[in-house]
């Protein structure tokens, strides 16, 4: 069985993404599995999943194999949850930390021009999409929010530069958004 196989097998049973060194780890010493072999392989892995209803995703945390999302409105039948809906208000103020981060919440309220709900907060920091990342040298020291790793993992992002444009967000339907972000 090849290396290839074995990547798949492992990425298919894992719960989160893995990186390269987190594959290495699976291979015993002996078995002398270096970084560029893991790393060719999961090339030819990704190569193997062209035509296929899942893919190899890269994030920011490592490697992981999905359904593509053309195939997501018939594998979303078999969970009963229905996915949770956010307010404009959550997806103002969730794009306004991923793009100025890092950002307190006075600079939310006065960027949107309205009060900032602390439960939408509160939910952002118990998704673990946000984080308190440091306190800014003001009066009160208030908190300066940033997006996590897990928030680049649930977007399918690698790093923050694969965000769209600010400019092509504007452009984004927001109904069109909010279908998206519920899968």
């Known amino acids: ?38 790393r060719a392989a999961l090339q030819d892995l990704q190569e193997a999943c062209a035509g296929q209803s899942f893919e190899l995703k890269e994030t920011a945390s490592g490697f992981r194999l999905q359904t593509r999302a053309e195939f997501q409105q018939w594998v979303q039948r078999h969970h009963e949850e229905k996915p949770q809906k956010y307010s404009r208000a959550f997806l103002e103020t969730l794009a306004l930390i991923a793009w100025r981060q890092p950002i307190t919440r006075a600079e939310i309220e006065e960027i949107r021009g309205v009060a900032v709900n602390a439960n939408i907060i509160k939910t952002l920091l118990e998704r673990d999409w946000v984080r308190v990342i440091g306190h800014k040298e003001l009066p009160g020291r208030p908190e300066m929010l940033g997006t996590t790793r897990h928030f680049l993992d649930y977007f399918n992002l690698k790093s923050l530069d694969d965000l769209p444009s600010l400019a092509a967000v504007k452009a984004l339907d927001m109904d069109k958004l909010q279908l998206e972000l519920l899968g």
Not at 11 to 16: P, R, V, Y
Not at 21 to 27: D, H, N, R
């Open 1 to 38: 069985m090849g290396l290839t196989a074995i990547l798949q097998a492992i990425l298919l049973t894992a719960d989160k993404p893995l990186s390269v060194e987190q594959l290495e780890a699976y291979f015993q010493p002996e078995e002398k599995v270096a970084r560029t072999a893991i």
